[in-house]
């Protein structure tokens, strides 16, 4: 494949997490794009719409983050790959990304939306845990007997769950780093442990390496 592509990135956003590990793990440099959440307009310029992340290669303009790890998968195929070329597999990949993309994004999008809208909110917080305890107890009986969510080894259904568990294990760096990781950090505290899913994402989270 010719040129690096260039990721268009909102840094602590879930969704451009799920791509740049995507990166890292398949080992493909590529150029950043920092986007400032306060002005979409290099966003819409480039892509006609206003949300990220956004790759650019060789021309083409792909956006959702979904569409660009299938974009990825799919163009450089001598790199790990992270979709199946068995029709059931393919099922439950798909399945559990939705599951990923819906259930356990929940409680941590509509976290996102209370710490944008500055208000404190009690029962939303306490919802957003019991959600996430819910779901995150999920993954934690699925990796009772694997280290990752399809068997022995990372495809889209950990790249695409982790970085939204993510922000139940929130790390120092993050919270300094990012204003809504700590805010996260002060309020996504579940109460149990997770051992197996705390060290999943770690391992997942290691992937995000490699700026351009
Ligand atoms: N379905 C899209 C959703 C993208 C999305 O919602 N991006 C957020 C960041 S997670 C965004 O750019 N939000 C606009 C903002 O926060 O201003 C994807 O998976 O990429």
């Not at 939705?98 to 999008?109: F, Q, S």
């Amino acid at each position: 494949m010719s040129t690096r592509p260039i990721l268009y990135d909102l840094a602590p956003s879930p969704n451009n997490l799920k791509v740049r590990i995507t990166l890292g793990y398949k080992g493909i440099p590529y150029e950043k794009v920092p986007v400032d959440g306060n002005d979409r307009r290099p966003v819409i310029e480039v892509s006609g719409q206003p949300f990220t992340p956004v790759l650019v290669h060789d021309g083409r303009v792909v956006f959702d983050s979904g569409a660009i790890i299938r974009y990825l998968d799919a163009n450089w195929r001598d790199t790990p790959r992270i979709f199946s070329t068995d029709y059931q597999t393919m099922r439950e990949i798909e399945d559990w990304e939705w599951w990923a993309r819906g259930e356990l994004a929940e409680p941590v999008l509509s976290m996102v939306r209370l710490f944008f809208s500055g208000k404190e909110d009690e029962d939303a917080i306490h919802r957003a845990n019991t959600q996430f305890e819910e779901r995150c107890a999920r993954i934690e009986r699925r990796l009772a007997d694997r280290p990752f969510l399809m068997g022995d080894r990372i495809d889209a259904t950990d790249l695409t769950a982790a970085p939204f568990a993510f922000y139940g294990f929130v790390t120092e760096k993050a919270a300094k780093a990012w204003p809504v990781a700590a805010f996260f950090a002060k309020n996504l505290r579940p109460r149990e442990e997770f051992p197996l899913s705390r060290a999943w994402v770690s391992t997942l989270m290691a992937y995000d390496r490699m700026p351009g």
